[in-house]
């Protein structure tokens, strides 16, 4: 249904996309610090919340989702890949814009970016298994699993041992460079996605209607999920919010590069996750600025 799409992209592609995302993990890392993980085991209420809610709570949810609502297969894979991915990387800067709370942000962006190089492939693999139609999709695929644990290790958790200890060794130079770093990244990135969806506009304006309400529903479960972890075990409300971010802005950046590497033809899942590197950054702004306006924010 979606063979149109031009997703086959060059290996020199394959290549810039991996390091515009070891980049992005690279300037969000440089701010990172042994502490931050110290933190998780001595507060460990709201990461641990928010990591039930990102990597055991979403993935199931989104599988059942699409088996309840038939969605068709290629979508479905991409949307459980998605839900299977860890927090996106500027999650941290929409906590801070909401004035919620950064620490617990920074917290579980470093360790679920750590705990993705298991839980990213398994999920994926397990969720993607469960769903009789993505089955049947994945059967057509050699896929091993040990191979999208490698890429994650590559470009996510490499980068972030290397930014911790840049930043460790040259703190003042890190302290300057990491927002830049972040921006050009991220706007490097945001050109790439653009790139890809302008070789395609008129197949992605045919398709926008269903594949954005997807994505919106999708992404809305995921910042209710956040927003429920943190009141099941009763979190201030600066905390809360963290969580809810968190939870709300994945890391779409590495799906694409998973299915640029291991689906190239796969024209659905990139429509998915195409979509999602527009609309969560659209949705986390927004609700950024709701909270910073609400006269109930707590100033963290």
Sequence with gaps: MYADIQVAFSPQSLILLNGIL?????????????????RVLRQ??????????QFLLLPAATCLATIAFDVPAELALGMILIASC??????????WLGRASVPVSVSMTAVSSLAAIVMTPL???????????????????????????????????????????????????????EKPMRAVTLLVFLCFVVIAFSRNQQLFMEYADRILLLVALQNAGALLLGD????????????????????????????????????????????????????????????????????????A
Aim: proline share 5%; hydrophobic share 55%.
């Design 22 to 38: 070891a980049g992005m993990i690279f300037g969000v890392s440089m701010g990172l610090r042994r502490d931050d993980f110290v």
């Design 44 to 53: 460990p209420h709201a990461p641990a919340a928010g990591l039930v809610a």
């Design 86 to 95: 860890p927090g996106g990387t500027f999650s941290n800067i929409m906590t």
């Design 123 to 177: 999920n994926f693999g397990l969720y993607a298994q469960l769903n009789p139609a993505t089955r049947e999709l994945l059967r057509g695929i050699s896929l091993e699993p040990m191979n999208i644990l490698l890429l994650v290790a590559l470009v996510l958790v490499l980068p972030m041992l290397l930014g911790m200890a840049v930043g460790k060794r040259h703190p003042e130079w890190a302290t300057r460079a």
């Design 228 to 299: 429920l972890a943190g009141r099941v075990i009763k979190l201030p409300q600066a905390e809360r919010r963290a969580v809810t971010m968190e939870v709300g802005i994945q890391n779409s950046a590495l799906g694409l590069s998973i299915i640029f590497t291991f689906f190239p033809e796969a024209g659905g899942m990139m429509l998915i996750a195409g979509f999602w590197s527009f609309w969560h950054l659209a949705a986390g702004l927004c609700l950024a600025f709701y909270w910073s306006r609400s006269a109930e924010t707590v100033h």
